[in-house]
């Protein structure tokens, strides 16, 4: 099984859920070689659950994950927490929603929930906990918790974005020597808002899963291998650009509506 652990299918936050995007989306996923993906939108994105209402409207649900013409499609969620920082959980269908409820009150940067409270929600529905883009400047999630607070993770997310943004061996290096200080394992996530951007950091399973209970078994036995693909410079660098471009024709579309 290749599964990238951090997907988005929305250009950006603000957006609405565009259900040709999305299709587009898992056609280009499963051409970069992808048999699964962790859907991990925000949880503060606009119209959330409109997402969820789509892929039960036109997708069959079974086990734990969504049955996209063959590809796998976990669901799970991305939530910033106070201490500045983002925390991708995976999960059930009924219990990312169930997750996502629960954080209404928590929507906005003033209001986010701290790190304890999130592992501690999570933590009563059993979903998978990785530590996203752990040392990006702007969420620099290693540097404002401490060592047995990231410990409650389940994994470290070795980031594309990030990856292009610091250089290869930089991101490597300072994930990896974080994940043996804390002894966790690191998961790859391409962070692809745009098509483009699937495909550079991938993980390629020994055996299929269908539950988060059984990708976290094989996450903590490391039964898996991160792929980084020689063109990530290239497709994060196009899928950054598209995206701009995309996001600008959207909101100058809006102002056109209004």
């Known amino acids: 099984m290749i ?10 936050k603000k957006s609405t859920f565009m259900p040709e995007y999305f299709r587009e989306m898992m056609e280009e996923a499963k051409g970069n070689g992808l ?13 959330f659950y409109d997402i969820y209402r789509f892929l039960d409207e036109n997708y069959s649900y079974s086990e734990g994950f969504y049955n996209i013409a063959g590809l796998k499609l976990f669901p799970g969620i991305e939530v910033d927490v106070k201490e500045v920082g983002h925390i991708l959980l995976i999960g059930d ?3 990312i929603v169930l997750i996502w409820e629960q954080l209404e009150p928590h929507l906005q940067e003033e209001s986010f929930i701290s790190f304890n409270e999130l592992m501690d929600l999570a933590d009563r529905y059993g979903v998978l906990k990785i530590g996203g883009h752990p040392y990006r400047e702007s969420t620099p999630l290693a540097k404002n918790v401490t060592r047995d607070q990231l410990r409650r ?25 974080l994940a043996v200080e804390i002894k966790l394992p690191i998961v790859g996530g391409s962070d692809t808002h745009q098509f483009l951007q699937y495909g550079s950091v991938v993980n390629d399973f020994e055996e299929e899963c269908s539950t988060s209970d059984e990708l976290k078994q094989l996450i903590t036995n490391r039964r898996y291998q991160i792929q980084i693909a020689e063109q ?15 996001k600008k024709a959207l909101k100058e579309a809006d102002s056109l509506t209004v």
Request: with cysteine.
């Open 3 to 12: 599964i990238d652990f951090h997907s988005h299918v929305k250009i950006s």
């Open 35 to 47: 048999t699964a993906l962790a859907l991990t939108e925000h949880f503060n994105t606009t119209r």
């Open 93 to 95: 269908r009924k219990d």
């Open 153 to 177: 993770l389940d994994a470290l997310d070795l980031n594309g974005k990030d990856l292009y943004t610091k250089g290869i061996e930089t991101c490597k290096k300072e994930v990896e020597a």
């Open 232 to 246: 990530l410079p290239l497709k994060v660098k196009s899928a950054t650009l598209v995206k701009k471009y995309m």
